[in-house]
């Protein structure tokens, strides 16, 4: 089940954010040795962690097993704040309806090889994308590696790099922008083979966006 957590539900779901705040820590710290965001607490929490920030979260029970984070383009961001150089001069996407895709991340023990997508992995993107037509998202920017310019678009999205890829601390980067429509979601459940919506779309406090959901994918099952 994928569960949405906004401004506007986050208050019911305090022990599941907490949760996803240490699966993030236990991937990109302990495993992917991203020294900066190390914290005592085991918690991964950064200063785009606001009301803003939509989180899409797969779960299990009470765990978290797989989770991204959205963020508006319209305030403060990583490809605006932390390394706009990953654009080489080329203008930075930004718009009301262009959110930046961050923290993508699978529990270590629920993930499968590379070849293919582990049954989380395939909840999460699908999640990510009926997340945006349910929210009117129609882009989402992202800075991850170029492999995933070809993976995206085998799913549906319209995504297309922003500037040639560069090396980050150590790792091959690429800006890129990925254009997400009701088109995406359909692709994304024919590859999968996944019917109808992994959105859990009876949230408490997001009645306003399950009703968007049944409007926009209610005839997708």
Request: hydrophobic share 40%; glycine share 8%.
């Amino acid at each position: 089940m994928v569960k949405i957590i906004t401004r506007y539900n986050s208050g019911r779901h305090d022990d599941l954010i907490d949760r996803c705040y240490r699966l993030r820590h236990r991937v990109f710290v302990d495993e992917r040795h991203w020294e900066d965001l190390r914290r005592p607490d085991g918690r991964d929490v950064d200063q785009f962690d606001t009301d803003d920030a939509v989180h899409v979260v797969v779960t299990e029970g009470r765990e978290p097993i797989a989770y991204t984070r959205l963020l508006p383009t319209t305030g403060p961001h990583l490809l605006s704040d932390i390394y706009p150089e990953l654009l080489e001069g080329a203008e930075l996407p930004r718009g009301p309806a262009i959110y930046e895709w961050t923290r993508c991340c699978v529990a270590p023990e629920r993930r499968e090889g590379h070849a293919s997508m582990s049954p989380a992995a395939q909840q999460l993107f699908l999640g990510i994308a009926e997340c945006c037509v349910a929210l009117g998202i129609e882009a989402l920017s992202v800075e991850t590696h170029p492999v995933w310019v070809t993976r995206l678009l085998e799913l549906g999205w319209k995504a297309r790099p922003l500037a040639m890829p560069a090396t980050y601390k150590g790792e091959t980067v690429v800006a890129m922008l990925a254009g997400v429509d009701a088109q995406t979601v359909r692709t994304s459940r024919a590859v999968f083979g996944i019917e109808g919506a992994v959105i859990d779309r009876a949230q408490d406090g997001l009645s306003e966006m399950g009703r968007r959901i049944e409007l926009q994918l209610g005839g997708e099952r």
